[in-house]
């Protein structure tokens, strides 16, 4: 049974940080594309981060860039998001995802999500 656990929301100030953990289970992490998603209400999700199961090649959704950092423990079946220099309208539910192919591909497995919420 694939599972993903989130974990690490919680609510911050304005240019604060938070490091989002995702502990998966039911397979072997290294193998496959892991990626988070966000959602805030009123709007769809959307991807935030991408992380490769070939060479750990990274992407980034344009307003997180430069901020938040996506990265893998394989030894640890554990993705990672960390975000610095939070803002606002980062506030969401995040949500971490298991990925068909690679990045760009299509969601197979989704996780509970965890609140993160930032206050100015």
């Known amino acids: 049974q694939v599972q993903l656990v989130e974990s690490g929301g919680g609510s911050v100030q304005s240019g604060g940080s938070l490091r989002l953990s995702c502990a998966a289970s039911g397979f072997t992490l290294q193998y496959y594309a892991m990626a988070w998603f966000r959602q805030a209400p009123g709007k769809e999700r959307e991807e935030v981060s991408c992380?490769?199961?070939?060479?750990?090649?990274?992407e980034y959704e344009s307003s997180v860039k430069g901020r938040f950092t996506i990265s893998r423990d394989n030894d640890k079946n554990t993705v990672y998001l960390q975000m610095n220099t939070l803002k606002p309208e980062d506030t969401a539910v995040y949500y971490c995802?298991?990925?068909?192919?690679?990045?760009?591909?299509?969601?197979?497995?989704w996780g509970r999500g965890t609140q993160v919420t930032v206050s100015s």
């Open positions: 992380i490769s199961s070939i060479d750990d090649s990274t």
């Open positions: 995802v298991k990925v068909f192919g690679g990045c760009g591909g299509e969601v197979e497995n």
